[in-house]
């Protein structure tokens, strides 16, 4: 690596994952110590200013993520050939399905063994967001973009996914083509887009210089607002989501998907896996994690034609963290209002409407919560201005930022570790990357 001088030489040469990690546990400190110590305004004044240094890093993220996808996506799709992404895709999209519906089942189980719940009166006060009444068809039909100037504009992953990859099917055929001036124009047109995904593969690694100045910034503003409100019963929801969280890295990820699926070496997966868990934890944003998660799927070896699909994609519907989080949440409410958990057929819902929820809802911050509106709505248990469900909710609202950092770091994760077996699986890794 090459030594940086100057006045900044100190924090460039220091490893970049050692300081990033120095930025959270300071973050969360001066956090805690700020949140007991002063309140009101004048918290909010201190406050203000790391979010402000926090929010850089987030908007930087975001100015980067979308011409990353729609420039890897186009040169991912028209580099393949579409049989074998046809079946990449149905293995990744198993994989999505099949952790999520696991994770449901994890959060519902660590809901049953801690049993959150909380004595509220009826007609409490503060209320809430009302759940979006999506249905089905609507969902998938959203995916394919009427308008993809306003998809882009409004920054709707799913359609600018589907259209950059229709596009870069239909590049991929072009280049094949016999009549040697269209074949030279598709070429040019892929090379335009190969130096825009190179150039922006540049940006990140600048952008992540920055991070321990914003992973600070970000973090002191969760711990000092949510971090005292965690006694109590909160207390417990917030352990019984992270041992939850804990067991689905471990049993999921680590045991069954990267070493036994896989056979790749955990240490290994670690060792890029860090930065894209960290960014998502502190950023609670999949979507503006994923400059972050691509340039580690890169550096695992993983081909750009699988990435550059499969971690859009995955940033939009795979969450396993969320699932897990609406799991615990559910059955919270549901013992607060009506004093005992679901029945089977409710738990065959809770599953079924958690994982359309994840696929139709943005990865970004707080979507969990809306989700959770949908998944009430569902088992008959709606959040309605003044009942104890209302209260309930607006309970587990007020620590949402902290469940929220754990459960983007989880759905983050997820997608680098299915895009990352299903790769090897498959064939289309660079070893000599993923196994040094
Ligand atoms: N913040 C999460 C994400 O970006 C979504 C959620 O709230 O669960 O993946």
Redesign the pocket.
Known sequence: METKKGLLGWYFNFNLLYRIMIGLILGAVIGMVLGTTIEGEALQGVLSWFSFFGNIFVRLLNMIMLPLIISTLIVGASSVSPAQLGKVGIRIFFFYLATSAFAIGIGLAMGGIFRPQAEIAALTEEIVREATRTSIFDILLNIIPTNIVASIVNVQVLPVIFFSLVFGLALSYLRMSGDARIKNTADMIYSFFEGIAEIVMKMIKGVMQYAPIGVLGLITGVFATSGPRVVGVLGTIVIACFVAYTIHVVLVYAIFLIKMYGKINVRRFIRDAKNPFIT?FVT??????LPVTIQAAENLGVKKDVYSFSLPLG?TIN?D??AI?LGVAATFIALTTWGHGFNPSQIGIIILTATLA?IG???????????LLMVLEAINLPIQSGTVAAGAYAMILGIDALL?MG??AL??TGDLVVTTVVAKKMKMVDLSKLEN
Do not use: E, H, L, Q
Request: net charge positive.
């Open positions: 998502a609670r944003s999949s979507n503006g994690t940033a969450m963290g969320a989080y994840s809802s943005a990865g970004i911050p707080g979507a969990g919560a809306i989700m929220d459960r983007t759905n983050v």
